[in-house]
C-alpha cells in the first residue's frame, strides 16, 4: 500500500489496479480538497460515510483521515478519499482492527464539525467526545514528543489542530458579525513558523485596519483583514478564494479565478492586502 496514491470505491471510476485483493482502485479523482471545498450539506458526509462502510468491509483501515486534504469532492458532490500511504489491511478482524475503522469514522466526524456542525447528530457528538484507547495514550505521551521534535527541534509546521483552533474561536468571533458594522466574517488557518497552526480572519467590514485590530484579540485571530466586499458567486462567499489568499498560495488563486474575470479587481485588492506573505504551506 506505500507510496500508491488510490481513491476507494467511487461509482463510474475505471479499474486500473487492484491493491492487495481489497478492492482499492489505483486512480486519478479529479475534486477539490476538503478544507477549501468545506461541503455543508448531509449528502457528501453520508457518501463520506458510505466510504468508510466500505473499507471497514475489505478489512481496510486509512489511519489518516484527520487531514483533510485526503478528502475530497468530486464536481458531481460525491466524497472521495486519498493518499492511502499509511493505510493498513487486515485480514482477521479482531480488537485492533475494530479500534481503527471506528477513529476513521471519529476523525471524519471532526471534518464535519469544523465545516457543517450544525448537521452533527447526538450520537456523534458522543463518539467526538469518547476518545479510543490509543487515541488517549497518543495524545498523553506519543504527540507531544512528536510535536516537539517535529515543531521545535527540526523547525516544522504542520497543520495538527486546525480544525480545533477554528471550533475553538470561531463562536466569539463569529459573534462580531451581530455588530452592525460588520457584515460577515470568514476564519481560515494558515501555517505558523515552527509552532502549528494560526487563524486568519476575513471581515466584511468598513472599519479602518487599527479598529478592527484593536476589536480582535490576537489570542483569537494572529491575523485580521477588513474589506468592504467578499467575493461571491450567485450569492455565496468564494471562501476558497479567501483561503488561498490567507495561505498566500497565489498560483492555486490564479487557477480558482478562472472563469471569473468579473472578481479579478476584486480579489486583486484582496491580495494586495493580505496579511501572510510567507509560502510556507499546511502539511495536515
Known amino acids: 500500500?506505500?507510496?500508491l496514491r488510490v481513491v476507494a470505491g467511487i461509482e463510474g471510476v475505471?479499474?486500473?489496479?487492484?491493491?492487495?485483493?481489497?478492492?482499492?482502485?489505483?486512480?486519478?479523482?479529479?475534486?477539490?480538497?476538503?478544507?477549501?471545498?468545506?461541503?455543508g450539506d448531509a449528502v457528501w458526509y453520508r457518501d463520506a460515510k458510505r466510504l468508510l462502510r466500505e473499507m471497514r468491509a475489505r478489512g481496510v483501515a486509512h489511519n489518516d483521515i484527520a487531514k483533510p486534504q485526503n478528502w475530497l469532492m468530486t464536481p458531481e458532490g460525491r466524497a472521495a478519499v486519498i493518499d492511502f500511504q499509511?493505510?493498513?489491511?487486515?485480514?482477521r478482524k479482531g480488537r485492533w482492527f475494530r479500534v481503527l475503522p471506528?477513529?476513521?469514522?471519529?476523525?471524519?466526524?471532526?471534518?464535519?464539525?469544523a465545516y457543517a456542525d450544525a448537521l452533527l447528530v447526538p450520537?456523534?457528538?458522543?463518539?467526538?467526545?469518547?476518545?479510543?484507547?490509543?487515541?488517549?495514550?497518543w495524545?498523553?505521551?506519543?504527540?507531544r514528543a512528536y510535536n516537539f521534535v517535529t515543531r521545535r527541534l527540526m523547525n516544522w509546521s504542520d497543520g495538527e489542530g486546525a480544525e480545533d483552533r477554528i471550533a475553538r474561536d470561531r463562536p466569539a468571533l463569529r459573534a462580531l458579525a451581530e455588530r452592525e458594522d460588520i457584515r460577515d466574517i470568514v476564519l481560515c488557518t494558515y501555517a505558523l513558523p515552527a509552532r502549528g497552526v494560526g487563524v486568519y480572519g476575513f471581515f466584511e467590514t468598513d472599519m479602518a485596519a487599527d479598529e478592527l485590530r484593536a476589536?480582535?484579540?490576537?489570542?483569537?485571530?494572529?491575523?485580521?483583514?477588513?474589506?468592504?466586499?467578499f467575493p461571491r458567486r450567485e450569492g455565496r462567499v468564494r471562501e476558497d478564494i479567501l483561503h488561498?489568499?490567507?495561505?498566500?498560495?497565489?498560483d492555486e488563486l490564479a487557477v480558482a479565478l478562472q472563469g471569473t474575470p468579473e472578481l479579478a479587481g476584486l480579489v486583486e485588492g484582496i491580495v494586495s492586502g493580505r496579511q501572510n506573505l510567507t509560502e510556507r504551506v499546511l502539511k495536515r
Open 1 to 3: 500500500m506505500r507510496g
Open 14 to 39: 475505471p479499474e486500473l489496479l487492484r491493491v492487495d485483493k481489497v478492492g482499492l482502485l489505483r486512480s486519478w479523482s479529479e475534486g477539490t480538497p476538503l478544507h477549501l471545498a468545506r461541503p
Open 86 to 91: 499509511l493505510a493498513s489491511v487486515h485480514r
Open 102 to 113: 471506528r477513529e476513521d469514522l471519529r476523525h471524519l466526524l471532526k471534518q464535519k464539525r
Open 123 to 137: 450520537s456523534e457528538r458522543r463518539m467526538l467526545a469518547r476518545k479510543s484507547w490509543p487515541s488517549r495514550i
Open 139 to 143: 495524545m498523553a505521551t506519543g504527540k
Open 215 to 229: 476589536l480582535v484579540p490576537e489570542a483569537r485571530a494572529e491575523l485580521v483583514q477588513g474589506m468592504a466586499e
Open 244 to 250: 488561498l489568499i490567507a495561505a498566500n498560495q497565489l
